[in-house]
């Protein structure tokens, strides 16, 4: 018996990207643990993690390739030889491309977050094809906008100073679930005596542990942030010289700020006054202030405008003096990343295919060739990421996965939603099997992962399936023969000490403590932008305002409550939904609600309810909890429609309307009605 450990990374779509330490006794990993080495994981992981191996050996894994017997998503499968399934895969693609590459359709988003087996061969295969460009724009594009606008790129404080903090304002986010190793550091603040503030619609798991929560109506932040400027104006809580030194468009903004006193937020908000009041007075006072922004405020129509109202407040109080004082929200920015090194555009030799918006995928698959659109989508290949289950619109989404004529590759770990529809499912590697490179969007470490274990199985890494799939199509450029530790060497070249990373499993990147204090902000003026020229130019409202919901309470007597479906604690987005002793933990599909709403309705705790509106209809059971807000639902996601009542999800309910900025999804401005079933 012959007992190592070997280092790797986390692969998820989570801000703390953790070190891990795997031990593995023969050819077979027994263990995954956080490394106490690494800070940020500082040996602990979260319960969905530290099970990875059941997810890794599960039975239902996929092992083999597979090719459709039965109608499309019907889940009836034969299975099939690599070469035979490679051969046809090529085949087809190679018929299509002949009229348009751009009828081919890659799909794919952070099942993994590695930039090896994210679009590292991918990106080169598809731009070798000349295939159709896919925005991923499904969870970060308009907050990611709206900082690029604002403070000049996803660039904030370092999550570490948090613990430094004398007032954290959590915004949007529900730590506890999403954000582990952060809380972690709040919670070392609370220590310490820093007062810490929720502000998210629903009583969260964090919500329960801060000192106050704000239970806002979604889509309201920017009248919050605005009405909190109002105060700051009034009481002087300003720092006019970080103002005067280091912002552009104070005046305009100030006098829109004046527009929001805090009656007219709270009325807004659906708060009490005294709540905008107590909290600005706080913001306003306390040095330093630190603000964790997440992503549930960025859900809604006026998403990008919220995360700008949010991001000019630290500049306002001068917040950024201070390591532990500013807001973070995406570290991603910070990373050196040599993408074009990794992906090679250069292989579409001039070509400039259409791209297609990942949210509205079930639209596109719909749609008829014409001038404006380019061709019908012919073949879609899907890599990390269950769109059938993820996507907004469910009912448009299957609809367009159901066409007949449409040629489909699923590269997956397990037989999701998605793969449900495939002709051909392709057996990856998971983490443990497979060398990745990582960078982080909640701290500002570089991972290594290097492979524990061989493939199980037939299994294979995206970036092989990829690399054979090149050789078939004949595409013979020297860059389709790189291995995968020669692509983790490619990510940084030599901005990253690749020998640290091999001994350690990762390298902290050089970088200044408080990232703003003396401004420098990189954006073209240099400054924080309040006033956003670049945004005047698109046709957009220069300074930064509260746009309500597509979908406001209210508008819709069919429809009066208003649907959120933030994710579940022992899920990542639809993965781990079929690791039972995670799902054990879940129980079943669930809608919160408020008990006025329920007993206006007549529904009690554990009965099956039907909620819809007029995109669909998803059968579960209701929870009369606290945890809801008077005329808000909660519906936990993501479940796997096939797991769910009647074989559906929350997404058949959310629509494919887009954000006001970087055109994202709008998963929490959605109206539904509720029923007893
Ligand atoms: N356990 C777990 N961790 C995850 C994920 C997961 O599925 N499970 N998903 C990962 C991914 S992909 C992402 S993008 C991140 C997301 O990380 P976060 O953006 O931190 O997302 P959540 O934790 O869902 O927090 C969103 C919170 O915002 C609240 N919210 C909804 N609408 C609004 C609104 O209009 N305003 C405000 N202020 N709050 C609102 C929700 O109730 C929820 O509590 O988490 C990552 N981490
Ligand atoms: N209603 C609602 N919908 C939402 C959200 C919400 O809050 N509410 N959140 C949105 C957000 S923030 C996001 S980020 C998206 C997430 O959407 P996705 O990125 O699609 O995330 P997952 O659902 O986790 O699906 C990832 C899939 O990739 C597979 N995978 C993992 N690693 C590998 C690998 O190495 N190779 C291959 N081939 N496959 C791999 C996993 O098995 C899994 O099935 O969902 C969005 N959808
Ligand atoms: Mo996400």
Request: net charge negative.
């Amino acid at each position: 018996m012959q007992e190592r450990t070997v280092r790797g990374a986390c692969p998820h779509d989570c801000p703390d990207t953790c070190s891990l330490i795997t031990t593995v006794i023969d050819t077979k990993a027994v263990r995954v643990a956080g490394n106490p080495a690494h800070r940020h994981t500082d040996g602990a992981l979260c319960t969905k993690v530290s099970r990875y191996t059941e997810r890794t050996y599960h039975p239902e894994r996929i092992l083999h390739p597979l090719r459709r017997v039965g109608p499309k998503g019907s889940g009836q499968f034969e299975p099939v030889g690599w070469d035979e399934a490679l051969d046809d895969i090529a085949a087809r693609l190679k018929d299509v491309a002949a009229r348009d590459p751009q009828a081919i359709q890659p799909y794919s988003y952070a099942g993994t977050m590695g930039l090896v087996q994210g679009e590292g061969m991918a990106a080169r295969f598809f731009n070798r094809l000349g295939a159709a460009h896919l925005d991923r724009t499904i969870c970060a594009a308009a907050g990611g906008e709206a900082l690029v606008q604002t403070l000049g790129g996803k660039l904030g404080m370092k999550v570490e100073c948090f613990a430094e903090a004398k007032l954290i304002v959590i915004w949007g986010s529900n730590s506890i679930a999403s954000n582990l190793h952060f809380w972690r550091l709040a919670q070392q603040a609370k220590r310490d005596g820093a007062r810490l503030v929720c502000i998210d619609p629903r009583r969260s798991e964090t919500a329960d542990k801060c000192h106050e929560h704000i239970a806002l109506r979604p889509g309201t932040d920017a009248a919050l942030a605005l009405a909190l400027m109002h105060q700051l104006i009034t009481h002087d809580w300003l720092d006019h010289d970080y103002i005067a030194q280091h912002t552009l468009g104070w005046e305009a903004l100030r006098e829109r700020a004046l527009q929001w006193p805090p009656e007219r937020a709270a009325e807004v908000c659906g708060v009490p006054v005294q709540q905008i009041v107590d909290l600005a007075r706080a913001y306003g006072t306390t040095k330093p202030a630190a603000i964790r922004l997440n992503y549930g405020m960025q859900r809604v129509r006026g998403g990008g405008n919220a995360v700008r109202a949010v991001a000019c407040l630290p500049a306002l109080v001068g917040a950024w003096r201070h390591r532990a004082g500013g807001l973070l929200l995406s570290a991603s920015g910070h990373f050196p990343v040599r993408r074009a090194a990794l992906q090679r555009p250069d292989l579409l030799t001039g070509r400039t295919p259409r791209t297609i918006n990942m949210v509205t995928i079930g639209d596109d698959l719909l749609r008829e060739a014409s001038p404006d659109f380019g061709p019908k989508i012919e073949a879609l290949i899907v890599y990390n990421s269950n769109p059938v289950a993820v996507a907004p619109e469910s009912g448009r989404v299957v609809k367009g996965f159901e066409r007949e004529d449409l040629f489909t590759v699923v590269l997956e770990h397990f037989q999701t939603d998605t793969a449900d529809y495939a002709d051909y499912i392709l057996p990856a590697t998971t983490q443990l099997e497979h060398w990745d490179i990582h960078t982080s969007y909640g701290h500002t470490d570089v991972l290594l992962n290097q492979p524990a274990i061989a493939p199980l199985g037939q299994s294979r890494s995206n970036t092989d399936i990829f690399r054979a799939l090149a050789a078939r199509m004949g595409f013979d450029e020297p860059c389709f023969a790189d291995d995968d530790e020669t692509l983790c060497r490619t990510a940084f070249g030599t901005s990253i000490d690749f020998d640290q990373l091999l001994a350690q499993g990762f390298a902290t990147l050089p970088l200044p403590e408080a990232p703003f204090a003396q401004g420098g902000f990189p954006t073209a003026s240099g400054r924080c932008e309040f006033f956003s020229a670049a945004l005047a130019a698109q046709g957009q409202d220069g300074l930064p305002d509260h746009l309500p919901n597509f979908e406001t309470a209210g508008s819709d007597p069919r429809h009066p409550l208003a649907m959120i479906s933030p994710p579940a604690r022992n899920f990542l987005n639809s993965s781990f939904v079929n690791v039972k002793s995670l799902r054990d933990i879940e129980g079943e599909p669930l809608l919160e609600m408020h008990a006025e709403d329920a007993e206006a309705r007549g529904i009690q705790s554990g009965d099956t309810v039907r909620v819809f509106n007029g995109r669909g209809e998803y059968r579960c059971k209701a929870k009369v909890s606290a945890r809801a807000r008077p005329g808000v639902v909660n519906g936990l996601g993501i479940w796997w429609r096939k797991l769910g009542l009647d074989g559906t999800n929350v997404n058949q309910l959310t629509s494919q309307k887009l954000t006001d900025m970087g055109r994202g999804p709008v998963f929490y401005d959605c109206l539904v009605e509720v029923e007893k079933q």
